[in-house]
Nanobody, 120 residues
Framework: QVQLVESGGGLVQAGGSLRLSCAASLRTFSSHTMGWFRQAPGKEREFVAGINRSGSSTNYADSVKGRFTISRDNAKNTVYLQMNSLKLEDTAVYYC?????????????WGQGTLVTVSS
């Protein structure tokens, strides 16, 4: 059973930065496209960013392009999300998961997420 543990969230002012981490207990971590998702209050969970198995290719939701950067360290079974120029609308619980071809979470299991709150 895969375990995903997200960390790094917190309270930050608009325009600030945060770096999220997700550690996966998964022997085949390097075989999976990984990604970040987020769920804002009252909204459905949405795709934020994805990174291929080697880390050579990334893709982003339009709302975060140019501000967020996803990366991974396969030796540490960890995926990161560097978030810069944060906006109020980035407030959400952030989750990581493997990503399928429809930019949806591939694992049925989700972690507890990490809360990012952006204040004015």
């Amino acid at each position: 059973q895969v375990q995903l543990v997200e960390s790094g969230g917190g309270l930050v002012q608009a325009g600030g930065s945060l770096r999220l981490s997700c550690a996966a207990s998964l022997r085949t971590f390097s075989s999976h496209t990984m990604g970040w998702f987020r769920q804002a209050p009252g909204k459905e969970r949405e795709f934020v960013a994805g990174i291929n198995r080697s880390g050579s290719s990334t893709n982003y939701a339009d709302s975060v392009k140019g501000r967020f950067t996803i990366s991974r360290d396969n030796a540490k079974n960890t995926v990161y999300l560097q978030m810069n120029s944060l906006k109020l609308e980035d407030t959400a619980v952030y989750y990581c998961n493997a990503v399928n071809v429809r930019n949806q979470g591939a694992f049925n299991t989700w972690g507890q997420g990490t809360l990012v709150t952006v204040s004015s």
